[in-house]
Structure formats: C-alpha cells, structure tokens
C-alpha cells in the first residue's frame, strides 16, 4: 500500500505542483499524502501564475503552495514517485539510485506518455498540460483504489 506519493518535474511552479493538488483532490478522503518537488526548483516560490489560472478555473486552490529542491531524503521518503518525462526518471535515480522500482511516469497508463513543461509557452500550452495531467491523474487513482 503507498502512503507517501511524490510528483516530481524541473521547477516545481508547474505541472508537479499541478498534479500534486488534483491527485489529492482524486484519493481524498484518504491516508495517502501526495507531494511534490523539482530536480531544479525554484525553491520558496508560488505556482506559476497561469498554472494556478488554470487550476482555479477548474474549482482548485493552489494557496500556499511553496517549491521545493528533491533531495534524496524526500525520495527515501517516498513510497511511489511520479514524473513528467523518461528524462526526469533518470535524473532521480542519479539522486538516488535505490528508487529504482517506485518511480514512474504519471503519464504510464497512457502509453508512457510525457507531459511537457509549459513554463514560458503562453496560456493554451498550460491548458494542454492540465488536461494531459488531469488524465494521468484520474488513471492513478483509479489504480490506487479510489
């Protein structure tokens, strides 16, 4: 059973910050946490102002949220990691190499889909991402029992 799941990407601003809340929005009421964090963060900083537009346009609220750095602490952590491309699962394995069997593409149940970053991209690339990730989302939860 995982407890603790994780959604990693670059800066933390964006997608991982995004698919963080919609997860726990899917398994709630629940005892899994749901985090996040960037292989690059932009640490102490807000969501990405369009990322947020678009999460609250959809009935969510990204109050509060802060970036922070992935460590190997919080992969230790963690029981299930979710990552936006092939490239980010390599890039946690060189952080820490053990986690090998628990981390995976938040896009695996849609054909090992990538999620691109739409950080700089305008609002329509944002909108992509979202539904992208909410698709993703959904597929988790259902295989999480929720």
């Known amino acids: ?12 601003i964006c997608r991982s910050p995004t698919a963080e809340l919609l997860l726990r929005t899917a398994l709630a ?6 985090a996040s964090a960037g292989l690059s963060a932009r640490v102490g900083e807000s969501m990405e102002a ?3 537009k ?3 346009e ?17 992969v230790n952590e ?8 092939k490239e980010h699962v390599k890039q946690v394995l060189k952080i820490a190499s053990h ?13 090992e889909r990538e999620i691109q970053d739409p950080y700089r991209q305008g609002q329509a690339a944002f909108i992509h991402a979202h539904a992208l990730i909410e698709d993703a989302v959904g597929s988790w939860a ?4 929720h």
């Open 54 to 56: 678009v999460l609250e």
């Open 58 to 74: 959809r009935g969510q609220c990204a109050e509060g949220f802060k970036a922070r750095q992935l460590t190997a602490d919080i």
């Open 29 to 34: 009421p629940s005892t899994i946490t749901v």
């Open 50 to 52: 369009t990322a947020r």
């Open 78 to 85: 963690s029981d299930l990691i979710l990552v936006m491309e």
């Open 1 to 12: 059973m995982f407890k603790k799941i994780l959604v990693v990407c670059v800066g933390n």
């Open 99 to 111: 986690a090998r069997g628990k981390v995976f593409l938040l896009g695996k149940w849609q054909n």
């Open 142 to 145: 259902q295989r999480l029992g």
